[in-house]
């Protein structure tokens, strides 16, 4: 098993558990360049609000888009995006990543501008 399909195997199990919650999902994604955040209803069938780092309105002032700002950045956009869509609370899924760095900073400044995890 590479490192790849370990991440998966670890997302798969905790997408299901968040399943049987039936609570909103906030999905992450981290890329070597960007950072990307979902927020997804609780059937998992829509996307209801977004935010990344590729996106303008994120991304302006900043330095890049690989480090700990740019993590803070998004997660308060993404928090203020699905607070407007009328979701307060939401499950945590980190994909497979490892719960430290930009993951971490992201769940932070998310839960600082509203979100209840």
Known sequence: MNKKEARLRRAKSTRSHIRKLAVARLSVHRTGQHLYAQVFDAS?????AAASTVQKSVADGLKGTKNLTAAATVGKAIAERARAAGIEVVAFDRSGFRYHGRIKVLADAAREAGLKF
């Open 44 to 48: 998992g069938e829509k996307v209801v």
